[in-house]
């Protein structure tokens, strides 16, 4: 079942909708390790838990289990993916999905009952403000998987390792050079209007209702949260309601930072290379994805007996700080297009935060040189939200589906 459609710390902003206009739908799971430790811990049960985690204890002493502990052995792992409905109807569909080529499943999405107020707020004489119920649906559907992150939790990592991967359809730059370019992009317009980077600037965060009807070229900015998409759920197409449109806009997306061609031992394109040559011949349609990148803490554990919870649970964020009292990473930025589609900036930032921007950041002066720049990164995300850098505290509350 697929009920989230909003990227993380987005609200109902942050959706992404594909070519064809159909909304993006997320996923969370997480592997036996980390289940039993939850259930065995009590740290599910109703009301021990906030969006950050567990509650009543001790958070720089939670661990979750790693490779050398736990109910299997493999150490806790989580699995963040996303998913776009396949689109095979020649008669309703702007691009046609090959499903071949998607690691696929069938599927059931879970769109929640809404009760939305109708503008006016107060209507003449002091009527009651009218209202319109949407109920609950729950709708069979193809759907590929488009990106995915993988989180694992090591002994000599324990800050965990994030590889993050992608279909080489979503946007250019994901297939090599070495290959033919795709015939289309699931999330790239190449025949979208020209647009400057000025002009987005001037529409951060979001290209609103407003500026889309004054002009519809604006939907061409790339990376930039669409608002006159906001909460397109299906329950709210055909009402007539402020931000909430009968229909929904394509995201223009590109990649921001190229997928590593060289490195000091092998790089992530001949690990590419490697493993979906691998794939081919085994004839999976997982020969179609490829790793962005991992990343990893350059000063996890250097010593068996070492706690690192202790000394280094924190980013090394601060230039004076001894890097023996913090952890720092590589690589500096790591960006899924499908998922963190809108953490960029119009800054450079400092170092690993990508909030850090200089003092100097402003439209004023950025519009002088506007170049966006990809988020920090899984670690930089997670250390700062959820106990023990896990994501799915918030899910737990913010996505509930029932039982009934």
Known sequence: MLNETHQAFGSQFNNLVDQNGNIVHYNVRFNRDEFEFIKDGGFADTGTYDYNGPLGINKRLFRFPDNTNGFTGEGATEVKSAWKILCTDTDTCAQIDDPSRYFSRKVLIYTPAETKTLKPFVQKGGLPRPTVITPATCELADVGLVGFHIAAKNFWAPQWIWPTFEHIDNVPGNAPDSE????????????????????CLQERPGITPQSFAADPLLACCTNQVNIVNSNPSPGNKGQLIPLFPQTVVPIQVNRLDPIPDSGDQVSVAELNKLFRGLLADADSPLQYYVMVNSQWPLNGRVEADEDLYIINNSLCLDPDTPVSECITFLPGGLRNTTIETYDMSYCQPQNEDIGDDPANCTPETVVEDPHQFSSGGCMNCHFSSGTDSSFIWADGIEEQVPLN
């Open 180 to 199: 033919p370019e795709p015939f289309q992009f699931s999330f790239f317009n190449p025949d979208c209007g020209q647009v400057t980077l000025e002009m």
